[in-house]
Protein backbone atom coordinates (compact mmCIF):
# COMPACT_ATOMS: atom_id res chain seq x y z
CA UNK A 1 0.00 0.00 0.00
CA UNK A 2 1.39 3.38 -0.99
CA UNK A 3 2.39 6.56 1.63
CA UNK A 4 -0.24 8.12 -0.13
CA UNK A 5 -3.40 6.10 0.48
CA UNK A 6 -2.49 4.93 3.60
CA UNK A 7 -1.69 8.53 5.01
CA UNK A 8 -2.94 11.77 3.22
CA UNK A 9 -6.02 9.76 0.90
CA UNK A 10 -8.06 9.17 4.27
CA UNK A 11 -8.01 12.87 5.46
CA UNK A 12 -8.78 14.06 1.79
CA UNK A 13 -11.93 12.04 2.10
CA UNK A 14 -12.62 13.31 5.89
CA UNK A 15 -12.23 17.29 4.55
CA UNK A 16 -15.06 15.63 1.55
CA UNK A 17 -16.96 14.61 4.56
CA UNK A 18 -17.18 17.39 5.76
CA UNK A 19 -17.97 19.78 3.25
CA UNK A 20 -20.43 16.96 2.24
CA UNK A 21 -22.17 17.32 5.45
CA UNK A 22 -22.16 21.22 5.63
CA UNK A 23 -23.72 21.01 2.45
CA UNK A 24 -27.14 19.46 3.60
CA UNK A 25 -30.22 22.07 4.19
CA UNK A 26 -31.28 22.25 8.13
CA UNK A 27 -28.25 19.28 9.17
CA UNK A 28 -29.54 18.35 12.68
CA UNK A 29 -27.15 16.47 14.79
CA UNK A 30 -27.84 13.14 15.48
CA UNK A 31 -30.50 11.45 18.07
CA UNK A 32 -28.50 9.63 20.15
CA UNK A 33 -30.33 9.98 23.18
CA UNK A 34 -28.13 12.87 24.74
CA UNK A 35 -28.86 16.39 24.66
CA UNK A 36 -25.37 17.38 23.77
CA UNK A 37 -24.22 21.18 22.10
CA UNK A 38 -23.62 21.25 18.17
CA UNK A 39 -19.87 22.49 19.26
CA UNK A 40 -19.58 19.09 20.54
CA UNK A 41 -20.23 17.43 17.20
CA UNK A 42 -17.77 20.22 15.69
CA UNK A 43 -14.83 19.29 18.23
CA UNK A 44 -15.30 16.00 17.19
CA UNK A 45 -15.19 16.24 13.75
CA UNK A 46 -12.43 18.02 13.93
CA UNK A 47 -10.46 16.11 16.36
CA UNK A 48 -10.52 13.72 14.32
CA UNK A 49 -9.98 15.43 11.20
CA UNK A 50 -6.98 17.24 13.36
CA UNK A 51 -5.60 13.54 13.81
CA UNK A 52 -5.68 12.75 10.10
CA UNK A 53 -4.54 15.36 9.27
CA UNK A 54 -1.57 14.98 11.26
CA UNK A 55 -0.86 11.60 10.03
CA UNK A 56 -1.16 13.47 6.51
CA UNK A 57 1.62 15.45 7.08
CA UNK A 58 3.69 13.63 9.46
CA UNK A 59 4.25 10.80 7.21
CA UNK A 60 5.73 12.93 3.94
CA UNK A 61 8.74 12.44 2.26
CA UNK A 62 8.91 16.20 2.04
CA UNK A 63 11.33 17.03 5.40
CA UNK A 64 9.63 20.44 5.73
CA UNK A 65 6.19 19.29 5.88
CA UNK A 66 6.87 16.34 8.45
CA UNK A 67 9.17 19.09 10.63
CA UNK A 68 6.10 21.59 10.44
CA UNK A 69 3.50 19.16 10.91
CA UNK A 70 1.54 19.84 13.82
CA UNK A 71 1.50 23.87 12.84
CA UNK A 72 0.56 23.22 9.49
CA UNK A 73 -2.22 21.30 11.02
CA UNK A 74 -3.25 24.04 13.02
CA UNK A 75 -3.00 26.36 10.18
CA UNK A 76 -4.44 24.33 6.96
CA UNK A 77 -7.36 22.67 9.80
CA UNK A 78 -8.17 26.39 11.13
CA UNK A 79 -8.72 27.65 7.32
CA UNK A 80 -10.60 25.09 6.07
CA UNK A 81 -12.89 25.43 9.36
CA UNK A 82 -13.69 28.92 8.25
CA UNK A 83 -14.34 27.43 4.63
CA UNK A 84 -16.65 25.89 6.13
CA UNK A 85 -18.13 28.20 8.14
CA UNK A 86 -18.10 30.20 4.82
CA UNK A 87 -19.09 27.48 2.70
CA UNK A 88 -22.81 27.45 5.35
CA UNK A 89 -23.43 30.57 4.86
CA UNK A 90 -24.66 29.76 0.93
CA UNK A 91 -26.83 26.49 2.23
CA UNK A 92 -30.27 27.43 3.00
CA UNK A 93 -30.88 26.62 6.67
CA UNK A 94 -27.34 26.55 7.75
CA UNK A 95 -25.64 29.32 9.22
CA UNK A 96 -22.03 29.94 9.52
CA UNK A 97 -21.11 30.52 13.76
CA UNK A 98 -18.03 32.01 15.10
CA UNK A 99 -18.39 29.39 18.08
CA UNK A 100 -18.81 26.91 15.66
CA UNK A 101 -15.32 27.71 14.23
CA UNK A 102 -13.97 28.36 18.14
CA UNK A 103 -14.93 24.88 18.62
CA UNK A 104 -13.10 23.37 15.37
CA UNK A 105 -10.15 25.08 16.29
CA UNK A 106 -10.34 23.42 20.11
CA UNK A 107 -10.61 20.00 18.21
CA UNK A 108 -7.96 20.37 15.71
CA UNK A 109 -5.83 21.68 19.21
CA UNK A 110 -6.94 18.55 20.81
CA UNK A 111 -5.35 16.45 18.02
CA UNK A 112 -2.06 17.95 17.50
CA UNK A 113 -1.41 17.49 21.15
CA UNK A 114 -2.59 14.11 21.38
CA UNK A 115 -0.83 13.02 17.98
CA UNK A 116 2.51 14.69 19.20
CA UNK A 117 1.74 12.87 22.32
CA UNK A 118 1.52 9.28 21.01
CA UNK A 119 4.51 7.76 21.63
CA UNK A 120 4.17 8.80 25.37
CA UNK A 121 0.32 7.49 25.41
CA UNK A 122 1.17 4.28 23.76
CA UNK A 123 3.99 3.62 26.41
CA UNK A 124 1.56 4.76 29.38
CA UNK A 125 -0.99 2.34 27.89
CA UNK A 126 1.45 -0.89 27.57
CA UNK A 127 2.88 -0.08 31.11
CA UNK A 128 -0.74 -0.19 32.22
CA UNK A 129 -1.79 -3.67 30.21
CA UNK A 130 1.27 -5.18 31.60
CA UNK A 131 -0.03 -4.82 35.02
CA UNK A 132 -3.38 -6.63 34.26
CA UNK A 133 -3.30 -10.00 35.13
CA UNK A 134 -5.30 -12.09 32.38
CA UNK A 135 -8.50 -13.20 33.27
CA UNK A 136 -8.07 -17.51 33.99
CA UNK A 137 -11.80 -19.23 34.77
CA UNK A 138 -11.92 -21.33 37.73
CA UNK A 139 -12.27 -24.54 36.47
CA UNK A 140 -10.67 -25.37 32.58
CA UNK A 141 -10.26 -28.59 31.16
CA UNK A 142 -7.84 -26.94 28.76
CA UNK A 143 -5.63 -25.42 31.50
CA UNK A 144 -4.98 -29.29 32.86
CA UNK A 145 -3.60 -29.85 29.49
CA UNK A 146 -1.69 -26.88 28.90
CA UNK A 147 1.01 -24.42 30.06
CA UNK A 148 -1.16 -21.05 30.45
CA UNK A 149 1.71 -19.67 27.92
CA UNK A 150 0.52 -22.06 25.30
CA UNK A 151 -2.98 -21.31 26.04
CA UNK A 152 -5.14 -18.94 22.99
CA UNK A 153 -6.81 -17.52 25.96
CA UNK A 154 -3.82 -15.72 27.14
CA UNK A 155 -2.37 -13.05 25.67
CA UNK A 156 0.05 -12.64 28.28
CA UNK A 157 3.55 -14.02 28.44
CA UNK A 158 5.73 -14.19 31.15
CA UNK A 159 8.34 -11.47 30.23
CA UNK A 160 5.07 -9.36 29.88
CA UNK A 161 5.25 -8.99 33.33
CA UNK A 162 7.20 -6.29 34.97
CA UNK A 163 10.20 -8.00 37.35
CA UNK A 164 8.55 -6.99 41.00
CA UNK A 165 5.76 -8.86 39.23
CA UNK A 166 7.78 -12.21 39.02
CA UNK A 167 10.02 -12.25 41.81
CA UNK A 168 6.70 -11.21 44.13
CA UNK A 169 4.24 -13.87 42.64
Do not use: W
Request: glycine share 4%.
Amino acid sequence: MSSFVKYQLPAILYAALIFTLSSIPSLSPPPLGLHLSDKFYHFTEYALFGYLCSRAFYYQSNRVLRDFALILVLVVGSLYAISDELHQSFVPGRYPEVADFVADVFGLILAVVVFGQRDKIRRRLRRLFRRVKPYRPASSSSRMTEPASHNAEFAFQQSDFSRHDRTHS
